[in-house]
């Protein structure tokens, strides 16, 4: 499972446009995706994604 790293401030997603790929943040700052079959969608949520990764604001937590 994916989340936000806790010290990072909110507002500094908006630029990632979540909800308009499919790509939900959750109360508990985790992630949450919906994965299209379009090819479009699906590559812009992966370019999200390495975004987050390369930007270092997101973090990999064990499954509850």
Do not use: P, S
């Amino acid at each position: 499972m994916l989340k936000i790293r806790d010290g990072v401030d909110l507002r500094k997603l908006r630029k990632y446009e979540f909800g308009l790929n499919y790509i939900w943040l959750m109360k508990d700052r985790t992630i949450c995706f919906e994965f299209k079959d379009d090819y479009y969608t699906q590559h812009r949520q992966m370019d999200i994604l390495y975004d987050l990764i390369k930007a270092d604001l997101i973090e990999k937590v064990a499954d509850k």
